[in-house]
Every structure is written in structure tokens, then in C-alpha cells.
């Protein structure tokens, strides 16, 4: 079983940056795409970015040219660098790891912008 914990979370001003850290612990050995998603208050909870072992990534189109993903695979930590906050941005941002066919969640983190 994979335990993850983010960290990083927080109130931002519009235009603001945040960067969000996701530790993985347990049966790291296998994991594959590790991911970040998010859910706004109402709303479906959706694909933010993810970035497979070897490094390729994938973004919703909101966010492309704002948020960076990035992953430590000797550390089994990824990240998310979000720049150029905007209100629409504000959800409880989760991680996500894919292990085989068993995917993992952690326990979320608050984004707030707002001015």
C-alpha cells in the first residue's frame, strides 16, 4: 500500500505562486504516474497535471503554461510549481500515485486565491 502526504497548501493573492510537495511512503517500489488533481467546492474532481517514472507529463489545458509537475523518483516525491494564480484555481488539490492497477490518494491540500 502507498501512503502519500502533501504539504505546501495555502491562501495566495491572484497572480501569486504556490508550489505543493507530495511525499510517497510504503510500497513506493513499482509506482509509475504519480499525479496531482483537483476539486472546487460543487464540482467534479479533475486531472490538474501528471508525470510518468521517466518524466513525461501532461497537463489540463487551464492550467498549461502556469503549473509545472515535477518528481524526485529517489526521494518518491512529486511537486506541482503553480504560478500566475487565479481565483479558478482555488480547490483541494490531491495527489495521486499509480502502482500497478491500484491507485492511490492522499488526503488533499486547500489552494486558496483570493484577494
Known amino acids: 500500500q502507498v501512503h502519500l502526504v502533501e504539504s505546501g497548501g495555502g491562501l495566495v493573492l491572484p497572480g501569486g505562486s504556490l508550489r505543493l510537495s507530495c511525499a510517497a511512503s510504503g510500497s513506493t517500489f513499482g509506482i509509475n504516474n504519480m499525479g496531482w488533481y483537483r476539486q472546487a467546492p460543487g464540482k467534479q474532481r479533475e486531472l490538474v497535471a501528471e508525470?510518468?517514472?521517466?518524466?513525461?507529463?501532461n497537463y489540463a489545458d487551464s492550467v498549461k503554461d502556469r503549473f509545472t509537475i515535477s518528481r524526485d523518483n529517489a526521494k518518491n516525491t512529486v511537486y506541482l510549481q503553480m504560478n500566475s494564480l487565479k481565483p479558478e484555481d482555488t480547490a483541494v488539490y490531491y495527489c495521486?500515485?499509480?502502482?500497478?492497477?491500484?491507485?492511490?490518494w492522499g488526503q488533499g491540500t486547500q489552494v486558496t486565491v483570493s484577494s
Open positions: 495521486n500515485a499509480l502502482r500497478g492497477s491500484s491507485r492511490s
Open positions: 508525470i510518468t517514472r521517466g518524466g513525461t507529463t
